[in-house]
């Protein structure tokens, strides 16, 4: 099975912007649809985007439609979420995840695959 890690969070200020990646290991991303999930304090797990696999298609929440963009590289066996204009409501524990490509995308249930998550602060 696939493993997923994080990288790439930290405490940054309302404007800036981060890359989020995410290094997967034991299997190819190419085989995957491959998603990143945030969970703010007292909330459970939010959509945040997704890559499907070998479309490579995207979609987005519309709370970060415009500002944030999910790319691959399969070669490199690597997702990456760059998140531009940053606003405090983004701040959460950010989630790699994958998933073998049937089935609903937009549900962190369907999901078996999860990286440890990387926090991201944005202070006002």
């Known amino acids: 099975q696939v493993q997923l890690a994080e990288s790439g969070g930290g405490l940054v200020q309302a404007g800036d912007s981060l890359r989020l990646t995410c290094a997967a290991s034991k299997r190819k991303i190419e085989s995957y649809t491959m998603a990143w999930f945030r969970r703010a304090p007292g909330q459970g797990r939010e959509f945040v985007a997704v890559s499907r696999w070998k479309s490579d298609t995207t979609s987005y929440a519309d709370s970060v439609k415009g500002r944030f963009i999910i790319s691959r590289d399969n070669a490199e066996n690597t997702v990456y979420l760059q998140m531009n204009s940053l606003k405090p409501e983004d701040t959460a524990v950010y989630y790699c995840?994958?998933?073998?490509?049937?089935?609903?995308?937009?549900?962190?249930?369907?999901?078996?695959?999860w990286g440890q998550g990387t926090q991201v602060t944005v202070s006002s």
């Open positions: 995840a994958a998933k073998v490509p049937l089935g609903e995308i937009y549900r962190a249930d369907n999901y078996p695959y």
